[in-house]
């Protein structure tokens, strides 16, 4: 059932379905010429530390390495629909590692914002993250640097210098969302990736958008 709520900028008109907030009201002032960001943000207390409208969050964790969080919402006075992740501090992924080969059971999950669309000043789309976390096996490569793996829907492509990583994380998702989780929302997209890697432990970060969609996921993992 539709609900309204009210802000000190603006009232909002806004659809609640479990944790998905399909409708609200966004300011012409400051809007932006795009409907769709993410981003890198601070963590804080176990949940990324930004205001949004309408902020889901979620997260995955070891508790031998750390924690990422994730979250979603709107930012009503650019008119955009937002994904975040962060890293909470003092992640412990051990020593420094120069050279041959370390794997990483790793666990992962993320948030999708799709079909999105802006109209006047309401601005929509479907939410929906995997129902389980999800499970894979990455592989750093010291001598070559770079960090590798794949799953069912997750491909990592990531470069080491140091005990920081990069690169890119194309996600192809499959998930439900939409009213009480009757839409599939599904896609592809590559992700930018940021977190660190050494010899106990990695844990990163991706993000991305496209015209219509945004991402915001984690993974954290134990070397084996």
Request: aromatic share 6%.
């Given at each position: 059932?539709?609900?309204?709520?009210?802000s000190?900028?603006?009232?909002?008109?806004c659809?609640?379905?479990?944790?998905?907030?399909?409708?609200?009201?966004?300011?012409?002032g400051?809007?932006?010429?795009?409907?769709t960001a993410s981003?890198?943000?601070r963590?804080s207390?176990g949940?990324?530390?930004?205001?949004?409208e309408?902020?889901?969050?979620?997260?995955?964790?070891?508790?031998r390495v750390?924690l990422?969080a994730?979250?979603?919402?709107i930012?009503?006075?650019k008119?955009q629909?937002?994904?975040?992740?962060g890293?909470?501090?003092?992640?412990?992924?051990g020593?420094?590692v120069?050279?041959?080969?370390?794997?990483y059971n790793?666990?992962?999950?993320?948030?999708?914002?799709?079909?999105?669309s802006?109209?006047?000043n309401?601005i929509?789309?479907?939410q929906?993250?995997?129902?389980?976390?999800?499970?894979?096996?990455l592989t750093?490569?010291?001598?070559?640097?770079?960090?590798?793996?794949?799953?069912?829907?997750l491909?990592?492509?990531g470069?080491?210098?140091?005990?920081?990583v990069t690169?890119?994380?194309?996600v192809?998702?499959?998930?439900s969302?939409?009213?009480?989780?009757?839409?599939?929302?599904?896609?592809r997209m590559?992700?930018?990736?940021?977190g660190?890697?050494?010899?106990?432990?990695?844990?990163?970060t991706?993000?991305?958008?496209?015209?219509n969609?945004?991402i915001a996921?984690?993974l954290?993992g134990?070397?084996?």
């Amino acid at each position: 059932m539709p609900f309204t709520f009210q802000s000190r900028r603006a009232a909002f008109q806004c659809v609640a379905l479990g944790s998905i907030v399909l409708l609200s009201a966004c300011g012409s002032g400051g809007r932006s010429s795009n409907i769709t960001a993410s981003g890198v943000e601070r963590v804080s207390d176990g949940r990324v530390d930004v205001a949004l409208e309408s902020e889901s969050n979620l997260s995955v964790s070891d508790a031998r390495v750390g924690l990422v969080a994730f979250a979603t919402g709107i930012n009503e006075r650019k008119g955009q629909v937002v994904a975040v992740a962060g890293i909470a501090d003092d992640p412990e992924v051990g020593d420094p590692v120069t050279e041959g080969t370390v794997t990483y059971n790793t666990r992962y999950n993320y948030i999708v914002l799709d079909n999105t669309s802006r109209s006047g000043n309401y601005i929509s789309a479907d939410q929906g993250s995997r129902r389980f976390i999800g499970r894979t096996t990455l592989t750093a490569d010291y001598s070559e640097g770079t960090l590798t793996g794949t799953s069912s829907d997750l491909e990592v492509d990531g470069q080491i210098s140091g005990q920081e990583v990069t690169g890119s994380v194309q996600v192809d998702y499959n998930v439900s969302g939409g009213i009480v989780g009757t839409k599939v929302l599904s896609g592809r997209m590559d992700t930018a990736l940021n977190g660190q890697v050494g010899s106990t432990g990695v844990i990163a970060t991706f993000h991305g958008t496209d015209s219509n969609s945004a991402i915001a996921g984690g993974l954290v993992g134990t070397a084996n």
